[in-house]
């Protein structure tokens, strides 16, 4: 599975951005697929994960209504849209997928064998 981010750039703070994150191969819909975020000198930590249908969706607590994960499986794509936008959510984002078969969606970073290579969120103050 390969994964390819887009998305990303500089916003001012209150601002949105869309995030996308395209899938190879024949079975994205099997797969759980989440994105993370790691900002400068900080861990990486969850942000929004979809499951395999789309029907259940779950959000970092710091995201408070602000963002949305979706998915199209007929396009392999999974986007996450950023609203009201804070300088403290500066960080590259990852999309990652979660292809165990068995498991409800998580948001541990362990449980995702393939990842993105990143797309970068700036959010000026």
């Known amino acids: 599975v390969q994964l390819q981010a887009s998305g990303g750039g500089l916003v001012q703070a209150g601002g949105s951005l869309r995030l996308s994150c395209v899938a190879s191969?024949?079975?994205?819909?099997?797969?759980?697929m989440a994105w993370f975020r790691q900002a400068p000198g900080k861990e990486r930590e969850f942000v929004a994960v979809?499951?395999?249908?789309?029907?259940?969706?779950m959000y970092g607590s710091f995201v408070k209504g602000r963002f949305t994960i979706s998915r199209d499986n007929a396009k392999n794509t999974v986007s996450l849209q950023l609203n009201s936008l804070e300088p403290e959510d500066t960080a590259v984002y990852y999309c990652?997928?979660?292809?165990?078969?068995?498991?409800?969606?998580?948001?541990?970073?362990?449980?995702?064998?393939?990842w993105g290579q990143g797309t970068l969120v700036t959010v000026s103050s």
């Open positions: 191969g024949r079975t994205f819909s099997s797969y759980h």
């Open positions: 979809i499951s395999r249908s789309g029907g259940r969706t």
């Open positions: 990652a997928a979660d292809t165990r078969y068995y498991y409800d969606p998580s948001t541990n970073s362990d449980n995702y064998y393939y």
